[in-house]
Protein backbone atom coordinates (compact mmCIF):
# COMPACT_ATOMS: atom_id res chain seq x y z
CA UNK A 1 0.00 0.00 0.00
CA UNK A 2 3.07 2.33 0.66
CA UNK A 3 4.27 1.40 -2.36
CA UNK A 4 1.48 2.51 -4.31
CA UNK A 5 0.68 5.89 -2.61
CA UNK A 6 0.41 8.59 -5.01
CA UNK A 7 2.81 10.96 -6.53
CA UNK A 8 5.93 11.84 -4.53
CA UNK A 9 4.94 9.51 -1.21
CA UNK A 10 5.07 6.23 -3.64
CA UNK A 11 8.13 7.43 -5.17
CA UNK A 12 9.87 7.74 -1.44
CA UNK A 13 8.51 4.50 -0.30
CA UNK A 14 9.51 3.34 -3.64
CA UNK A 15 13.02 4.18 -3.32
CA UNK A 16 13.52 3.13 0.45
CA UNK A 17 12.26 0.02 -1.08
CA UNK A 18 15.04 -0.18 -3.69
CA UNK A 19 17.90 1.24 -1.39
CA UNK A 20 16.54 -1.65 1.19
CA UNK A 21 15.99 -4.65 -0.85
CA UNK A 22 18.66 -4.04 -3.56
CA UNK A 23 16.34 -3.22 -6.72
CA UNK A 24 12.82 -1.42 -7.28
CA UNK A 25 9.12 -3.10 -6.70
CA UNK A 26 7.78 -5.05 -9.78
CA UNK A 27 5.13 -3.01 -11.59
CA UNK A 28 2.22 -5.14 -13.46
CA UNK A 29 -1.05 -3.43 -14.76
CA UNK A 30 0.20 -0.35 -13.22
CA UNK A 31 0.69 -1.94 -9.72
CA UNK A 32 3.79 -1.93 -7.57
CA UNK A 33 4.34 -5.41 -5.99
CA UNK A 34 6.48 -6.68 -3.58
CA UNK A 35 9.32 -9.42 -3.52
CA UNK A 36 7.83 -12.41 -1.87
CA UNK A 37 10.88 -12.55 0.28
CA UNK A 38 9.62 -9.30 1.85
CA UNK A 39 6.29 -10.25 2.12
CA UNK A 40 7.61 -13.08 4.75
CA UNK A 41 9.60 -12.57 7.74
CA UNK A 42 12.62 -11.69 6.60
CA UNK A 43 15.84 -9.74 7.27
CA UNK A 44 14.52 -7.78 4.37
CA UNK A 45 11.19 -7.04 5.65
CA UNK A 46 13.10 -6.24 8.96
CA UNK A 47 15.16 -3.84 6.95
CA UNK A 48 12.35 -2.45 5.26
CA UNK A 49 10.55 -1.20 8.75
CA UNK A 50 13.70 -0.20 9.88
CA UNK A 51 14.08 2.64 7.64
CA UNK A 52 10.64 3.57 8.54
CA UNK A 53 11.33 3.33 12.51
CA UNK A 54 15.07 3.51 13.06
CA UNK A 55 17.07 0.65 14.68
CA UNK A 56 15.95 0.76 18.30
CA UNK A 57 12.67 1.47 20.62
CA UNK A 58 14.65 4.42 22.36
CA UNK A 59 17.90 6.54 22.25
CA UNK A 60 19.89 3.06 22.44
CA UNK A 61 19.60 -0.80 21.70
CA UNK A 62 18.45 -1.40 25.77
CA UNK A 63 14.91 -0.82 24.97
CA UNK A 64 14.49 -3.32 22.13
CA UNK A 65 14.00 -2.98 18.42
CA UNK A 66 10.92 -1.41 16.92
CA UNK A 67 10.24 -4.45 14.38
CA UNK A 68 10.20 -6.51 17.56
CA UNK A 69 8.76 -4.72 19.94
CA UNK A 70 5.62 -3.65 18.11
CA UNK A 71 4.67 -6.86 17.45
CA UNK A 72 5.56 -8.56 20.32
CA UNK A 73 3.46 -6.14 22.58
CA UNK A 74 0.48 -6.49 20.48
CA UNK A 75 0.40 -10.29 20.93
CA UNK A 76 -2.11 -12.02 22.93
CA UNK A 77 -1.76 -15.16 25.23
CA UNK A 78 -0.55 -17.64 22.09
CA UNK A 79 1.99 -15.04 20.89
CA UNK A 80 -0.20 -14.48 17.50
CA UNK A 81 -0.48 -10.70 16.39
CA UNK A 82 -3.47 -9.82 14.39
CA UNK A 83 -2.89 -7.64 11.58
CA UNK A 84 -5.59 -5.63 12.00
CA UNK A 85 -4.39 -4.62 15.51
CA UNK A 86 -0.75 -3.82 13.79
CA UNK A 87 -2.11 -1.62 10.74
CA UNK A 88 -3.77 0.40 13.15
CA UNK A 89 -1.27 0.70 15.78
CA UNK A 90 1.24 1.95 12.95
CA UNK A 91 -1.77 4.04 11.12
CA UNK A 92 -1.88 5.70 14.99
CA UNK A 93 1.87 5.94 15.38
CA UNK A 94 2.42 7.61 11.84
CA UNK A 95 -0.11 10.33 12.86
CA UNK A 96 1.49 11.17 16.24
CA UNK A 97 5.02 11.28 14.96
CA UNK A 98 3.69 13.52 12.45
CA UNK A 99 2.02 16.00 15.00
CA UNK A 100 4.31 15.72 17.56
CA UNK A 101 7.79 14.56 15.89
CA UNK A 102 7.98 16.52 12.65
CA UNK A 103 11.35 16.61 12.51
CA UNK A 104 12.49 13.22 13.51
CA UNK A 105 14.94 11.24 11.39
CA UNK A 106 12.46 8.66 10.44
CA UNK A 107 8.55 8.15 9.64
CA UNK A 108 7.93 6.60 13.11
CA UNK A 109 9.10 7.83 16.31
CA UNK A 110 9.26 5.29 18.51
CA UNK A 111 7.20 7.17 21.32
CA UNK A 112 4.67 7.10 18.90
CA UNK A 113 5.21 3.37 18.32
CA UNK A 114 4.21 2.68 22.33
CA UNK A 115 1.49 5.05 21.52
CA UNK A 116 0.29 3.34 19.11
CA UNK A 117 0.34 -0.16 20.43
CA UNK A 118 -1.64 1.78 23.19
CA UNK A 119 -4.18 2.61 20.69
CA UNK A 120 -4.65 -0.82 19.20
CA UNK A 121 -4.74 -2.28 21.94
CA UNK A 122 -7.71 -0.33 23.77
CA UNK A 123 -9.11 -1.21 20.43
CA UNK A 124 -8.82 -5.50 21.04
CA UNK A 125 -10.07 -4.55 24.42
CA UNK A 126 -13.35 -3.14 23.48
CA UNK A 127 -13.48 -5.91 20.80
CA UNK A 128 -13.36 -8.38 23.00
CA UNK A 129 -15.48 -7.00 25.46
CA UNK A 130 -18.14 -7.13 22.42
CA UNK A 131 -17.69 -10.25 21.42
CA UNK A 132 -17.00 -11.86 24.92
CA UNK A 133 -19.26 -10.28 27.53
CA UNK A 134 -18.16 -12.30 30.45
CA UNK A 135 -14.38 -11.36 29.99
CA UNK A 136 -15.23 -7.56 31.60
CA UNK A 137 -17.12 -9.38 34.08
CA UNK A 138 -13.81 -11.57 34.87
CA UNK A 139 -11.20 -9.19 34.57
CA UNK A 140 -12.98 -6.86 36.76
CA UNK A 141 -11.32 -8.56 40.49
CA UNK A 142 -8.14 -8.14 38.54
CA UNK A 143 -7.48 -4.68 38.12
CA UNK A 144 -4.99 -2.94 39.71
CA UNK A 145 -2.75 -6.40 39.92
CA UNK A 146 1.06 -6.33 38.03
CA UNK A 147 1.68 -8.85 35.52
CA UNK A 148 3.18 -10.63 35.01
CA UNK A 149 2.41 -12.43 37.93
CA UNK A 150 1.57 -16.63 39.85
CA UNK A 151 -1.84 -17.51 39.40
CA UNK A 152 -2.39 -18.14 42.30
CA UNK A 153 -3.18 -14.87 43.31
CA UNK A 154 -5.61 -14.35 40.23
CA UNK A 155 -7.41 -17.92 41.59
CA UNK A 156 -7.61 -16.30 45.10
CA UNK A 157 -9.39 -13.41 43.64
CA UNK A 158 -11.85 -15.09 41.53
CA UNK A 159 -13.14 -17.13 44.26
CA UNK A 160 -12.90 -14.31 46.90
CA UNK A 161 -15.39 -12.20 43.94
CA UNK A 162 -17.27 -15.52 42.35
CA UNK A 163 -17.81 -18.13 45.75
CA UNK A 164 -20.15 -19.77 43.64
CA UNK A 165 -17.54 -20.63 41.16
CA UNK A 166 -16.50 -19.42 37.68
CA UNK A 167 -20.13 -20.67 36.29
CA UNK A 168 -21.48 -17.35 38.32
CA UNK A 169 -19.24 -15.14 36.09
CA UNK A 170 -22.28 -14.74 33.37
CA UNK A 171 -24.86 -16.01 31.23
CA UNK A 172 -24.25 -14.25 28.74
CA UNK A 173 -23.45 -15.45 25.15
CA UNK A 174 -20.40 -16.61 24.45
CA UNK A 175 -19.84 -18.02 28.53
CA UNK A 176 -16.09 -19.48 28.70
CA UNK A 177 -16.01 -23.01 28.33
CA UNK A 178 -15.76 -25.68 31.13
CA UNK A 179 -16.62 -24.22 34.03
CA UNK A 180 -17.62 -26.95 35.72
CA UNK A 181 -13.74 -27.94 35.86
CA UNK A 182 -13.05 -24.36 38.16
CA UNK A 183 -11.13 -21.58 37.20
CA UNK A 184 -8.08 -22.87 35.26
CA UNK A 185 -9.57 -23.36 32.63
CA UNK A 186 -10.77 -19.71 32.52
CA UNK A 187 -6.61 -18.79 32.58
CA UNK A 188 -6.33 -18.73 28.70
CA UNK A 189 -9.07 -16.29 28.17
CA UNK A 190 -7.25 -14.30 31.33
CA UNK A 191 -4.31 -14.59 29.03
CA UNK A 192 -5.67 -12.93 26.15
CA UNK A 193 -7.93 -10.35 27.82
CA UNK A 194 -4.55 -9.67 30.77
CA UNK A 195 -2.51 -9.06 28.05
CA UNK A 196 -4.31 -6.67 26.05
CA UNK A 197 -5.98 -4.42 29.04
CA UNK A 198 -2.44 -4.42 30.38
CA UNK A 199 -0.94 -3.06 26.94
CA UNK A 200 -4.46 -0.37 26.78
CA UNK A 201 -3.07 0.97 30.85
CA UNK A 202 0.45 1.08 29.90
Not at 28 to 40: F, N, S, T
Not at 73 to 99: M, N
Not at 149 to 158: A, H, L, Q
Request: aromatic share 8%; glycine share 6%; charged share 30%.
Amino acid sequence: MLCNAPNEHGECLRAIYQRVFGAPPRERDHVWQLAAEVKRESAKQRGLFEALAGPWMGRDRRRGVPYVWSVSHLADGRGRTSPRSFLAAIHAAAEDSLGRYHDHAYALHYESIKRGVQSASAIRVAEMAEDYPWVTELMRPLRGLTVPCDFGYIEERWAEQFPDGPEAVSNERLPPQHTERGVVPLRHARCLSLRSDKEARV
